[in-house]
């Protein structure tokens, strides 16, 4: 990414806003350098600008338009903090509005892992080169992990060693999305897994100090989300798996995944979803249960279970009633 500089008519008051939302929690480098193309922007088109005006975000989303509608609405989003903080030092900020950009209309579909995928895999992953290497079994380890955790693969790739507390089976993310930190508890299983790829680490003779990466690379350093990424997609594309918006799975498909497998645990054992909702969110570390839910991608095999609990459900209030019979209103 290019360096930002913030110098412009308008980079000192985009620091304070910067500056200020930071001190909420956010970490908001995406942010940064959308205002920082803005601010740009501005010094080259309305140098001698003291305030936003529709025509000059106008203008600047007209610069935009080779970009993804996705991408431009990110920036316009972005633009609108920032006004919105304008308008409280100068009610003429003009504050963009959402119909500047049509609505979105996403087609993408979530990929949900088959057992019998990760399996497969992970099987592959055990074979990638240098024979003999580390490489394989940390690659094996992290799809795994991703698997059974629910983990972001950023999160999982930032795990230091003494983030894995494996005598106490609790992986200890830190500072993580939104400036959050959790602790994540893992099952007997992933212990197994996450101690021998410990023990075989230690083997090939890597640092074993707390502050040091738990995956590494075969260079003896942390492995990169750019390489993670391309090596995944390589062993997807071995695989020929597609998803079901005929694109490529993803990594991150695995986040998907495991919070809808936990939906089909709790239907499968009667469980109240609605109840255990805010435990699924703090597992996976959203500030809200409606970021919650994007993850949940019921089948038409669950969805029919739900329907059918549902009519036990309204059975068992029918037989309540005097009679046994449904009384109408």
């Known amino acids: 990414m290019k360096k930002t500089r913030l110098l412009g008519p308008l980079g000192g008051v985009m620091k ?3 500056q200020l939302r930071r001190s909420l929690g956010f970490s908001l480098r995406t942010d940064e350098f959308a205002l920082d193309e803005f601010d740009r922007f501005v010094a080259q088109h309305f140098p001698a600008a003291e305030e936003v005006t529709r025509p000059m975000v106008v203008s ?7 970009l993804s509608l996705s991408t431009r609405c990110g920036r316009i989003s972005t633009l609108r903090q920032f006004c919105r903080f304008l308008f409280q030092l100068n009610p003429e900020t003009y504050v963009p509005e959402s119909s500047l950009l049509p609505a979105r209309h996403s087609q993408f579909q979530a990929h949900i892992y088959a057992v019998t995928e990760v399996n497969d895999l992970i099987r592959l992953a055990l074979q990638l080169p240098p024979a003999g290497s580390l490489r394989p079994h940390t690659y094996a380890t992290l799809i795994g992990l991703l698997w059974v955790s629910g983990l972001r693969s950023g999160e999982a790739i930032r795990l230091n060693v003494g983030d894995v507390d494996l005598d106490g089976s609790i992986i200890h ?3 993580t999305k939104n400036s959050k930190s959790r602790l994540v508890p893992f099952s007997a299983s992933a212990h197994n897994a996450l101690l021998a790829y410990r023990d075989l680490r230690a083997q090939h003779g890597h640092d074993e100090g707390p502050g040091t990466p738990f995956f590494i690379n075969e260079r003896g350093r942390r492995c990169t989300q750019r390489t993670v990424d391309g090596t995944f997609r390589a062993l997807t594309r071995q695989l020929g798996l597609k998803s079901a918006y005929a694109g490529e799975p993803r990594l991150h498909d695995f986040r998907h995944t495991w919070a809808t497998r936990c939906l089909t645990g709790l239907y499968q054992t009667g469980k109240d979803p609605n109840a255990y909702l805010p435990a699924l ?5 959203h500030v809200n249960i ?8 019921p089948s038409a095999d669950l969805l029919s279970q739900a329907g059918s609990q549902f009519h036990s459900y309204v059975n068992r209030g029918e037989s309540a009633n005097p009679g046994g019979e449904y009384e109408r209103v």
């Open 16 to 18: 304070k806003h910067l």
């Open 60 to 66: 600047y989303l007209q610069s935009l338009d080779h």
């Open 173 to 175: 993310i830190r500072q």
């Open 281 to 285: 969110a703090t597992y996976l570390g």
């Open 290 to 297: 409606a970021c919650t839910t994007i993850y949940l991608h």
